[in-house]
């Protein structure tokens, strides 16, 4: 990539990646063997790193129990771990209902779309907007519903979705809630034990500032999972079954250790810098992007009107989705690219239904996210670029 080129495509993948993970990653790859498997010295190590990394990713996401923090290859095995070990473990069956939003990524809709054709299940969709809260409740009074699963925020727009208040009320009813947190994690301060949530999943390459390769997945004490793979965990080899406790019981095979020392190094710079201060430095660039967007006749822009928070709670994360009279989506964003610099994402993002709801399902949008390496001059330089292709068309 040239070093030149100014990267606005945090919601895909942060970038660059603070110096502490590139250095944990390459520390375990030159220090450490197959975690469990063996008792000589490179095997413990890379045990001893794997278990300082889950109490440190565990601390930050506020749980307790850290063995209920499972490291997974990413948030799309996360979510396919949650919904299908749910319904394994008889959590849901033939004709049972999952409600989700109308934000969802396809590693959520379609686990949900293949398990409606295999095992009977069925989902409905509830469209984000300013009463989604409400209708929500509703949808869940009348239906009766197994299972709610929610993004915390869209990757398309990057509207919020009020988890906290929705936890609460599924929690009095006994419904479990299943919440994708690709998008805040890293971004939002979170309390998972306190906060209701029966499955949480998250991705450490993107606001958790890891490397690509791992994500995480909480099942909070009372919810049943069944492991969707077996195999070899270094515990309890004597016997055939799939171990009972946790972490093991959802981690078989063999840990993909450079990225987890690189999520637990990812985690602490978080923590060093401050989780608040970061998003807060991302929404100023949003801000910024958007005052100039929306005084332009030819640039239209989806979601949230608000930037900041409201009474302390977030609204929308640091993405801005729009499109440009004149031009497609796709040909803006090669324009930005090739000519200007200026990497961003166009397109349906993997997420058909929002895309559906927002009446841009056949081209997509552009999607520019910012991150906390991102400064002013790079708003200005999109900006300016923007206004140089408009002059062209």
Known sequence: MNAKTIYFDNAASSFPKPDAVINASADFLR????????????????????????????????????????????????????????????????????????????????????????????????????????????MVDERKPKLVALTWASNVTGEVLPISSIAKFLQAKQIPLLVDGAQTAGKLE?????????????????????????GVLYVAPDMPIDPLIAGGTGSRSESLEVPGEFPDRLEAGTSPGPAIAALAAGVHWLKTE???????????????????????????????????????????????????????????????DTEYGIAVRAGLHCAPLCHKQLGTLKEGLVRVSFGVFNVGNEVDALISALEKIRASL
Request: proline residues 4%.
């Open 190 to 214: 979170t309390a998972l034990d306190s906060s209701g949530i029966s499955f949480f999943c998250a991705s450490g390459h993107k606001g958790l500032m890891g490397a690509p390769g791992v």
């Open 274 to 336: 401050g989780v608040s201060t970061g998003l807060k430095a991302e929404l100023y660039l949003t801000e910024r992007f958007l005052v100039w967007a929306r005084a332009q006749s030819y640039i239209k822009v989806f979601g949230p009107q608000k930037v900041r928070p409201e009474n302390g709670v977030a609204v929308r994360m640091p993405v801005v989705a729009f499109s440009m009279d004149g031009i497609s989506p796709s040909g803006l964003a090669d324009m930005l």
């Open 31 to 138: 220090s450490c063997g197959n975690p469990g498997r063996g008792a000589h010295a490179f095997a413990l190590e890379g045990a001893r790193k794997i278990f300082e990394a889950r109490e440190k990713v565990a601390d930050f996401l506020g749980v307790k129990q850290t063995e209920r923090l499972v490291f997974t290859p990413g948030c799309t095995a996360s979510l396919n771990m949650a919904l299908k070990g749910f319904a394994a473990a008889g959590g849901l069956g033939q004709g049972d209902l999952v409600i989700v939003s109308s934000l969802e990524h396809n590693s959520m809709m379609r686990p949900l779309q293949q398990m409606k054709e295999t095992i009977g299940i069925d989902f409905a969709v509830c469209d984000a907007g300013e009463s989604f809260e409400s209708d929500l409740q509703q």
